[in-house]
């Protein structure tokens, strides 16, 4: 067991180098992967919120359903996540070898494991992805370069942004277990519902406002 464990922190370290070094001699890569990464964040919040508010009728109503899954998957992925980087309070790449990683951006240096950034992104991606499997494709791969990101900048080991990617996915497909899905298919179309009445109101207001 021992064993396994040394030979698992010898790979990681051997793929963390590889991918941080890598970043480090190529400016052409750094540069737009440095910049989706400091967005991601609130990429994925936004387009959830966008789809949600504007995935209006029945035939967008899935849409719908898949965002307001793909935002409590996360939340609830995160919480597990931070009772879990307490627990096992593992220190990140930069801390460990501050001489030997390339740290790209600036970060905390709190617990590493698992990676919130992969833990979210996944969530959201597998929620999409077992209501969508063309969309969920794509968010999955978005997922994917972000973690994969993670690592090359510095800030997590492979195995961080691994477990965030297993916990992610694992809480989407519990959520997804036919009783939790229909709850929260039947919250998407009641609060749906109240925002294409509020829609639909203030598109009247604005049609009954007299021309100047």
Do not use: Q
């Not at 978005?142 to 973690?147: F, S």
Request: aromatic share 8%; net charge neutral.
């Amino acid at each position: 067991m021992i064993v396994h464990v040394i030979a698992f922190g010898s790979i990681e370290w051997s793929v963390l180098h590889t991918l941080n070094n890598f970043l480090y001699h190529h400016d052409a890569v750094e540069d737009p992967l440095l910049a989706y990464i400091n967005v991601s964040e609130a990429l994925f919040v936004v387009t959830l919120i966008l789809v949600f508010i504007f995935a209006n009728g029945e035939a967008r109503r899935a849409w719908r359903r898949a965002a307001l899954a793909a935002v409590l998957s996360a939340g609830v992925a995160l919480a597990i996540a931070k009772v879990l980087s307490e627990i096992v309070d593992r220190a990140r790449p930069f801390v460990v070898e501050p001489h030997g990683v390339h740290l790209f951006t600036a970060h905390a240096a709190d617990p590493g494991f698992p990676s919130d950034h992969a833990t979210g992104a996944f969530a959201v991606a597998m929620a999409i992805y077992l209501r969508n499997r063309a969309w969920g494709a794509l968010a999955l791969v978005a997922a994917a370069v972000l973690a994969v990101g993670r690592v090359a900048i510095g800030v997590h080991f492979p195995g961080d942004v691994l477990a965030g990617a297993v916990l992610g996915c694992a809480v989407a497909l519990a959520l997804f277990a036919r009783p939790l899905r229909s709850r929260i298919d039947a919250l998407a179309d009641l609060l749906g519902g109240w925002i294409e009445t509020a829609l639909a109101k203030a598109h009247v207001l604005r049609g009954s406002r007299p021309r100047a």
